[in-house]
């Protein structure tokens, strides 16, 4: 078994799309490392090729480890000994396995020992480790912190930590606190400067961290004595082997047991500053979470499709009424729809992460020298894009994992209810991804300014000036009108002039333009590939047509006397 090899048209179609060529050339800056590196493409068909070796060696271990670990992951997982966190066996396994493979420092440039990969093939592979399990996707995707080193951290800091990374240290995010959990304003973890010792200390709790037992830790902290806000908060990076993290408790779970989440307390834990004080929440935490909320998108996507495999396979094999279930039209109905749900949100994932690519990209170039202006009206489209698309997936991604794993246990019946199938744990492994990293409303409160500026809008008007085959040109026009629909309701939404009725509406409104965004996105999947889209696509235009119509109902009933008493 493979998990790349049994996907592989639709994994290679992300990695053939158009943009792909010039992301990679500008990732290997022209091809010119190949002087430095003996093992650096020379062009994008030898880059491709080293990406697909690699792929195939991810797929080839998650399917025949890691999924066959997932059980054993989950039964035991990590415990707590003497104040420090021991990974379940078979994680510690997962993890020497995926070190010895070279398979950290994925997207880390080759002077730090990374592989240089883009961020959209660094996806790609997140995309099949999370479906083997997401709990260990969560200790192996933090190596994506280091991103937040390599961006904003000294040339010392990125040379002391970033080869470690890639080496197999693992990372952790510490934000969130008991009193500040989705308001990351109001994080109070202290941070003080000895002027003897020209270092920095903290003091505090943080709570709910993944691998909170890390090596090396990110930690947002309250700098600016007296203040309130997030302009008194810097990011810091705290070294496990340096003393002062304890671990108070590992959490017990719904769900991704093997990954540990944890309370920590810092006592005088010596730290160092990452980047400008100040700046922590506003800048460095805002890039390090759009990078964090890509990922959950891609543990949902992964996730989406376990789920479905689960489900079909199953679908297939039992019987009930003398023949296979697959062939009762409630069930394949199940089935169908979770594939089209699947696919609709990976042609999204991957249009946000070409867009985040190019955005990074376009970012790193200004830093080698100073761009054109051009190129940087290109630089400022591509990170709008980006901010704009990145709260869409992270919400509508994490929805529909969801409801996969919900019809997956359903299409398996009383079975799906037990331990024994892998269903039963993908369905408590969703539930987490519409919480983590932002609940679903916090990326409704992080999406709705390019719906009111009309943003979605363009961007949708983008993606439909495409030819289409002629088949697929009756559902062009459907996906049009949908888009007319989501339009018109955000004019009337407009119309009450009113903040509270704009936030009341938002969700509908989000949903709206998620639904009409992947339509249009599938669509320009399927028109480049009719055979390995066409049937989701029609699938998924039904499905959306009936959300947008339901939610342009729902506001065109609105009126702002709903408001009042709401909680009555
Ligand atoms: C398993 C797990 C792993 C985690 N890993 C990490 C980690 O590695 N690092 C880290 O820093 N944190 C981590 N977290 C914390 C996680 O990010 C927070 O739990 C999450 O952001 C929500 O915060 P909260 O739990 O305090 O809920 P609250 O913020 O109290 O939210 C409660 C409810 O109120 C809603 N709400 C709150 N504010 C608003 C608003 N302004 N508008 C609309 N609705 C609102 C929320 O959507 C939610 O429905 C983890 C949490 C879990 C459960």
């Keep these: 078994m493979n998990y790349y090899t049994d996907n592989k048209k639709v994994l290679r179609h992300y990695l053939s799309h158009p943009l792909m060529k010039r992301i990679v050339a500008m990732q290997e800056r022209g091809y010119t490392q190949a002087a430095q590196y003996n093992y650096a493409p020379v062009d994008f068909d030898e880059a491709v090729e080293g990406y697909e070796k690699v792929l195939e060696l991810v797929g080839e271990l998650c399917a025949e480890v890691i999924a066959p670990n997932a059980m054993e992951v989950e039964k035991e997982g990590p415990v707590l000994q003497d104040g420090r966190v021991v990974y379940a066996p078979a994680t510690q396994r997962n993890l020497d396995l995926?070190?010895?493979?070279?398979?950290?420092?994925?997207?880390?440039?080759r002077e730090y020992g990374g592989l240089n990969f883009p961020r959209t093939v660094f996806i790609l592979i997140e995309d099949i480790v999370s479906?083997?399990?997401?709990?260990?996707?969560?200790?192996?995707?933090?190596?994506?912190?280091?991103?937040?080193?390599?961006?904003?951290?000294?040339?010392?800091?990125?040379?002391?930590?970033?080869?470690?990374?890639?080496?197999?240290?693992?990372?952790?995010?510490?934000?969130?606190?008991?009193?500040?959990?989705?308001?990351?304003?109001?994080?109070?973890?202290k941070a003080t400067y000895s002027e003897e010792e020209g270092c920095w200390y903290l003091d505090g709790v943080k709570r709910f961290i993944t691998n909170g037992d890390a090596d090396v830790h990110l930690v947002l902290a309250r700098s600016e004595e007296g203040s309130v806000d997030g302009r008194g908060l810097s990011l810091f990076i705290v070294e496990k082997e340096c003393g002062g993290i304890h671990i108070r408790r590992i959490e017990e779970k719904m769900g991704i047991h093997g990954s540990p989440t944890c309370e920590i307390v810092f006592k005088h834990a010596r730290a160092e500053l990452c980047g400008s004080?100040?700046?922590?929440?506003?800048?460095?935490?805002?890039?390090?979470m759009n990078?964090?909320?890509?990922?959950?998108?891609?543990?949902?996507?992964?996730l989406a499709q376990a789920a479905y495999n689960e489900a079909y396979t199953f679908a297939h094999s039992r019987k009930q009424f003398g023949k296979e279930i697959i062939n009762f039209a409630p069930v394949y109905e199940m089935v169908g729809t979770m594939k089209a749900r699947l696919?609709?949100?990976?042609?999204?994932?991957?249009?946000?992460?070409?867009?985040?690519?190019?955005s990074g990209q376009f970012t790193a170039l200004a830093a080698e020298r100073p761009l054109t202006p051009e190129e940087r009206n290109e630089s400022k489209l591509f990170a709008k894009k980006a901010d704009a698309l990145t709260p869409i997936v992270k919400g509508i991604g994490s929805e529909i994992a969801n409801l996969n794993a919900y019809d997956c246990v359903q299409v398996h019946g009383g079975s799906g209810y037990m331990r024994d199938y892998v269903?039963?744990?993908?369905?408590?492994?969703?539930?987490?991804?519409?919480?983590?990293?932002?609940?679903?409303?916090?990326?409704?409160?992080?999406?709705?300014?390019?719906?009111?500026?009309?943003f979605y809008s363009q961007l949708l008007d983008?993606?439909?000036a495409i030819d289409v085959p002629e088949a697929l040109a009756p559902l062009r026009d459907r996906i049009a009108a949908m888009?007319?629909?989501?339009?018109?309701?955000?004019?009337?939404?407009?119309?009450?002039?009113?903040?509270?009725?704009?936030?009341?509406?938002?969700?509908?409104?989000?949903?709206?333009?998620?639904?009409?965004?992947?339509?249009?996105?599938l669509l320009a999947d399927a028109a480049a590939d009719e055979e390995l889209f066409a049937a989701s696509l029609h699938r998924f235009v039904a499905l959306a047509e009936a959300l947008v119509a339901g939610h342009a109902t729902y506001v065109a009933g609105y009126t702002p006397e709903m408001i009042k008493n709401y909680d009555k």
């Excluded at 990078?291 to 992964?302: H, Y």
């Excluded at 744990?425 to 709705?448: C, F, K, N």
Aim: glycine share 8%.
């Design 98 to 109: 995926f070190r010895k493979a070279g398979l950290m420092g994925i997207s880390l440039p």
């Design 131 to 189: 479906r083997a399990d997401a709990a260990f996707g969560n200790l192996w995707g933090l190596q994506d912190c280091a991103e937040t080193i390599h961006s904003f951290g000294s040339e010392e800091q990125r040379r002391r930590y970033l080869p470690r990374i890639s080496a197999g240290e693992t990372m952790s995010m510490d934000l969130t606190e008991p009193d500040a959990g989705s308001d990351l304003q109001s994080v109070r973890l």
């Design 277 to 288: 004080r100040r700046m922590g929440l506003i800048k460095y935490v805002m890039a390090l």
């Design 291 to 302: 990078g964090a909320r890509l990922g959950i998108a891609t543990q949902s996507v992964g």
């Design 343 to 358: 696919d609709a949100s990976r042609s999204l994932l991957y249009e946000t992460s070409r867009n985040v690519d190019m």
């Design 423 to 454: 269903c039963e744990r993908l369905y408590r492994d969703a539930r987490i991804t519409s919480i983590y990293e932002g609940t679903t409303q916090l990326q409704v409160v992080a999406a709705i300014r390019y719906a009111t500026s009309g």
């Design 462 to 464: 983008e993606y439909m």
């Design 483 to 521: 888009v007319e629909r989501y339009k018109s309701a955000i004019e009337r939404v407009q119309s009450f002039g009113c903040q509270e009725s704009l936030d009341l509406l938002s969700r509908r409104i989000y949903e709206m333009a998620a639904y009409c965004i992947m339509a249009a996105l």
